[in-house]
């Protein structure tokens, strides 16, 4: 078993001292074998920490940090022999040279250099230092120079040779070293001596318990009560106890006052901060490695929050060109989430429906800009093609729609939405492109009633051309037939004899000549009325009705009339001439818009639809919800000048009858009431 003792004062005087007690544990324990191990202050730690030794002898402050550090036992206190006393406490003395006048008190020690035995040795430093401290003097700061020995009588002789002004030993150092004849106890001046009446040794500072025997964590308890009894029943002038120069040993004492001086000198266990100088000496190792770590990290660090800005400068680069971007395009762009909530705006959207970004930004959409029809009945957010795109992930253009600006009022848009997909193809929204296509409808408008005051004034030039072509070749079988009328009339009135009747005769066949002419004439007219036969192309029927629901829409909206069209799929192509067939639904589609114009009606819609019809046809019906036709009407409503309109000329049926015969095909009034007027024409497919 190996016992380490603190060699406070050289290796050979502490195997001198302390061999003998091992040997005394030797024999009073058989089966084991005990050895001295002289342990400096620096390594004390070490070797416990290395299990190297089993028990361990070191003075109180030592023993203290070892008790909460490393869980070390104390077995039993040592009984110091002075003389022929027995004393189990010992303090620390502060000494100068008996010539040195100048110092007398501890405050003289300031400015002075100043030798101790070790940082952490009770008597030969720490007690001291909390004297010091107590009457005003901090050896760290006030001492000209502080510097420890490493042993006790190497503090004794330093300051004896003038080495150093002043030192510090445990008690007995002195009386020792006087009765081994080193030194001469009137050599030197004890500092701030205490009463010797209850301790007989010279000291300055306080009592403390003696040095304690212990045993450190990883050995056995029985032994250790083992060696604890045998150190108790050791005689006080046992050869050992006299070699060591001590009288045997105790129960183990309280240690509590060594506790609170450490407190006081704020030192380990109880140090609430580490200085510098403590990490280098302690953790030199683990310090270095942790610089270069911490330096390494800083590196990484630095790095990394380089790499962060060219990141945060790259993004804000792009969100910048982005925005740029979003800001430059003239139509209106904004993004939604799944749930229809703005997220994004550009400045062309803001400008167009007066909303600000953070007004927009976060609500949803469809309450604010796309909350009615185009005919303002409500718009169910679920049939939103927005919402719709975020749902089914399909892109939509909506060719005409209304949205609503901030004050209210509507406005005509054309726009696309498209889905948003993350990077795993989720849908995470959509993005919507909207124009104001108010300009492009005015403009359409405006074409449209040009075209329609260029073709009225056609209408009138053709009818005044007709007319005075009619009223031309007219004009002389009249004038003919007038003037043979006033001659039979002067035949009569002379009387008729053969000579004047014959005369008659002749002016009466000369009057059916001419209202035969004039016959002729009428049917040239209807002949040239009827013009040649239409040539004719195989037509697409449903891309003519949308062609036409095109151009009588805007008519349509500014009265209130919805059209809907049911166009059937898979339909032949008919064999007409597409612009006749054209102006055939046109005709029948204004009537039925002019039989809504009364805005009393509960429904005005205008359904234009197709159909195959029979075998080699295709039936094309314009069905409205006016107020119908008279039953009367009915059998002459496809006659010229019949017309149910205060304004109407009564030629559109007629014209459009006359195109259908001449594409040999039929039309009809198929149904008419209070609820609407059906009209149905067909039309033979090419090949039929």
């Excluded at 301790?199 to 009592?207: A, C, D, E, I, R």
């Excluded at 009265?559 to 898979?570: D, P």
Aim: aromatic fraction near 8%.
């Amino acid at each position: 078993m190996r016992i380490g003792v603190l060699s406070h004062r050289g290796t050979d005087l502490t195997l001198a001292h302390w061999q003998p007690t091992a040997d005394y544990l030797t024999t009073a324990m058989e089966g084991y074998r005990f050895e001295i191990v002289p342990l400096p202050f620096s390594r004390i730690t070490e070797f416990v920490e290395m299990e190297f030794v089993d028990f361990i002898l070191v003075n109180p402050g030592i023993y203290v940090g070892l008790e909460v550090r490393h869980g070390i036992s104390r077995l039993a206190t040592l009984n110091n022999r002075v003389g022929a006393l027995s004393l189990n406490q010992f303090g620390s003395v502060i000494f100068t040279r008996q010539e040195r006048g100048d110092i007398n008190d501890l405050t003289d020690l300031a400015g002075q250099a100043f030798l101790a035995v070790d940082e952490t040795s009770l008597g030969g430093f720490e007690m001291a230092w909390d004297e010091l401290l107590r009457q005003g003097v901090d050896p760290y700061h006030d001492f000209a120079r502080l510097d420890f020995a490493g042993d006790h009588d190497s503090v004794v002789m330093a300051v004896l040779l003038g080495q150093a002004d002043a030192g510090t030993v445990r008690t007995n150092i002195l009386e020792r070293m006087a009765a081994e004849g080193l030194i001469d106890l009137d050599q030197f001046k004890v500092l701030n001596p205490q009463p010797t009446n209850r301790f007989p040794l010279v000291h300055s500072t306080g009592l403390y318990p003696e040095w304690p025997f212990s045993k450190v964590s990883h050995t056995a308890n029985e032994l250790a009560q083992k060696v604890a009894v045998a150190l108790l029943k050791m005689p006080p002038d046992h050869p050992a106890a006299l070699a060591g120069s001590f009288a045997g040993w105790t129960v183990p004492l309280d240690y509590q006052p060594v506790h609170e001086l450490f407190q006081r000198l704020n030192l380990p266990p109880y140090a609430q901060d580490f200085t510098l100088r403590d990490v280098v000496q302690r953790y030199l190792v683990w310090v270095v490695t942790g610089l270069v770590l911490l330096l390494l990290f800083a590196f990484l660090l630095y790095r990394i929050w380089g790499l962060n800005r060219q990141l945060l400068r790259a993004k804000m680069s792009l969100e910048a060109q982005h925005l740029l971007i979003l800001n430059s395009v003239a139509d209106g762009i904004y993004g939604v989430d799944r749930e229809g909530n703005s997220t994004f705006v550009n400045r062309a959207m803001a400008e167009m429906t007066g909303w600000r970004a953070e007004e927009v930004v976060g609500r949803n959409q469809h309450e604010l800009l796309h909350h009615t029809r185009i005919d303002g009945s409500h718009f169910p957010a679920q049939e939103c093609p927005v919402y719709r795109s975020c749902q089914d992930g399909k892109a939509r253009h909506i060719p005409e729609d209304r949205f609503w600006r901030k004050d209210g009022s509507p406005f005509p848009v054309e726009y696309a939405c498209s889905p948003l997909r993350d990077d795993n193809g989720g849908i995470v929204g959509g993005v919507v492109v909207f124009r104001d296509i108010s300009e492009r409808q005015h403009s359409e408008e405006a074409s449209r009633r040009h075209q329609l005051e260029l073709a009225h004034r056609d209408r009138l030039n053709t009818l005044g051309e007709m007319a005075a072509g009619i009223a031309h070749e007219i004009n002389q079988p009249l004038t003919a037939i007038a003037s043979n009328a006033q001659a039979c009339i002067r035949l009569l009135d002379a009387g008729l004899d053969a000579d004047r009747a014959g005369r008659l005769s002749d002016a009466l066949a000369h009057i059916a000549l001419q209202a035969q002419r004039g016959g002729d004439i009428i049917r040239q007219v209807r002949q040239f009325v009827k013009k040649d036969a239409p040539v004719k192309t195989a037509v697409d029927i449903n891309e003519l009705v949308q062609k036409v629901v095109a151009l009588i829409r805007p008519e349509a909206q500014r009265v209130g009339v919805q059209i809907h069209t049911q166009l059937a799929s898979g339909l032949p192509h008919v064999w007409a001439q597409d612009i006749q067939i054209q102006q055939v639904i046109i005709n029948l589609a204004t009537n039925g818009i002019d039989a809504m114009a009364d805005p009393g009606l509960p429904e005005r819609c205008l359904t234009i639809a197709t159909a195959a019809g029979a075998p080699g046809q295709v039936d094309v019906e314009v069905r409205d919800t006016g107020t119908g036709v008279d039953e009367a009407m009915r059998t002459e409503i496809f006659k010229q000048f019949v017309t149910t309109k205060s304004r109407g000329m009564g030629l559109g049926l007629s014209i459009s009858k006359g195109i259908l015969d001449a594409h040999e095909g039929r039309i009809a009034l198929e149904a008419t009431g209070p609820t609407g007027t059906l009209f149905r024409f067909s039309l033979a497919a090419p090949g039929t």
